[in-house]
């Protein structure tokens, strides 16, 4: 089977099953995650020697941590794909309501490719954070991927602004500038903070574990240039369903503290939840 026609399996097929059925959810999750972990053997290696180097662990958990990463990241697809077919059951996802902290002051919410991001943002959006607009980076020519799961990355997108009931902010000098505006009149904004940096212009080094990773600089400009607090956030999955996890609140400064301040949380809620995190095999290292 080609590449191009196990893409229209997946994305066309197995995620519109997932669309109907929330028991279907867990089934695709492992056997994507599974599939992923047996046919991309060079992605494979570079995320267990990076997992294993940086917690610090056996060969065998180092590959058990990434079997549960690629599990996770299907497990999110479908996941947003049960709500993006009917929202309001993106409650029944959630153990128990995690409501938004008191802003106190324009913040900036930051979470991480793990667990589930797009719903942390629907669910904090729902929960006390009522003003609260997500930044998004397009899929564009510098991430290529197959034409079916392009479409449902743009379906998702589309499905996450129309659920928000706001159009979600891009990376463009317009819509950072929209952003810093909102900040600055106290309308919090939502964005993950562990892209990876080599398709950006504006880059900042983080310090995580033994290494340094590139991630896109921007977030901190915006905080420090409009003074926002920085609050992490990550919707954790459990046995029970999602949750709200928050870390702690960073408060305002300048943008070289937030980002020592932003990879300390961002390091412990990786070592809290190895397996939630998908970046493993992609996070840029300085050369």
């Known amino acids: 089977m080609t590449s191009t026609v196990w893409a229209d399996v997946r994305y066309r097929g197995l995620l519109a099953v997932c669309r109907r059925s929330r028991d279907f959810g867990p089934r695709y999750a492992s056997a994507m995650g599974t599939f992923e972990y047996f046919t991309d053997v060079n992605?494979?290696?570079?995320?267990?020697?990076?997992?294993?180097?940086?917690?610090?662990?056996?060969?065998?958990?180092?590959?058990?941590?990434?079997?549960?990463?690629?599990?996770?990241?299907?497990r999110e697809e479908a996941d947003t794909a049960y709500v993006m077919e009917d929202p309001g059951r993106l409650e029944s996802l959630f153990v128990r309501p995690s409501p938004a902290l008191a802003p106190m002051g324009p913040?900036?919410?930051?979470?991480?490719?793990?667990?589930?991001?797009?719903?942390?943002?629907?669910?904090?959006?729902?929960?006390?954070?009522?003003?609260?607009?997500?930044?998004?980076?397009?899929?564009?020519?510098?991430?290529?991927?197959?034409?079916?799961?392009?479409r449902f990355g743009e379906q998702k997108t589309a499905s996450?602004?129309?659920?928000?009931?706001?159009?979600?902010?891009?990376?463009?000098?317009?819509?950072?500038?929209?952003?810093?505006?909102?900040?600055?009149?106290?309308?919090?904004?939502?964005?993950?903070?562990?892209v990876p940096g080599d398709a950006v212009t504006r880059r900042r080094t983080l310090r995580l574990f033994?290494?340094?990773?590139?991630?896109?600089?921007?977030?901190?400009?915006?905080?420090?240039m409009t003074g926002a607090a920085i609050q992490p956030v990550f919707a954790v999955r459990g046995e029970r369903g999602l949750e709200l996890v928050y870390g702690s609140r960073i408060p305002p400064g300048k943008e070289i503290d937030l980002a020592e301040q932003v990879a300390v949380e961002v390091a412990a809620a990786v070592r809290r939840f190895p397996g939630e995190w998908w970046l493993w095999p992609y996070v840029v290292e300085p050369s």
């Not at 992605?43 to 599990?71: M, P, Y």
């Not at 602004?161 to 939502?190: H, I, M, W």
């Open 210 to 224: 033994d290494s340094s990773i590139v991630v896109a600089g921007g977030l901190f400009a915006l905080a420090a």
């Open 107 to 150: 913040v900036l919410y930051v979470t991480c490719h793990l667990g589930s991001p797009i719903l942390a943002y629907l669910y904090l959006r729902r929960h006390g954070a009522l003003r609260l607009r997500m930044i998004l980076r397009e899929l564009d020519d510098e991430n290529p991927v197959a034409a079916a799961k392009r």
């Open 43 to 74: 992605r494979k290696n570079v995320a267990v020697r990076r997992i294993g180097r940086w917690l610090d662990c056996s060969g065998k958990r180092a590959t058990e941590i990434f079997h549960q990463s690629l599990v996770s990241e299907a």
């Open 160 to 194: 996450t602004a129309a659920l928000a009931g706001v159009p979600y902010l891009g990376t463009d000098a317009q819509s950072l500038f929209a952003a810093r505006a909102g900040l600055l009149e106290g309308r919090p904004v939502f964005a993950a903070v562990d």
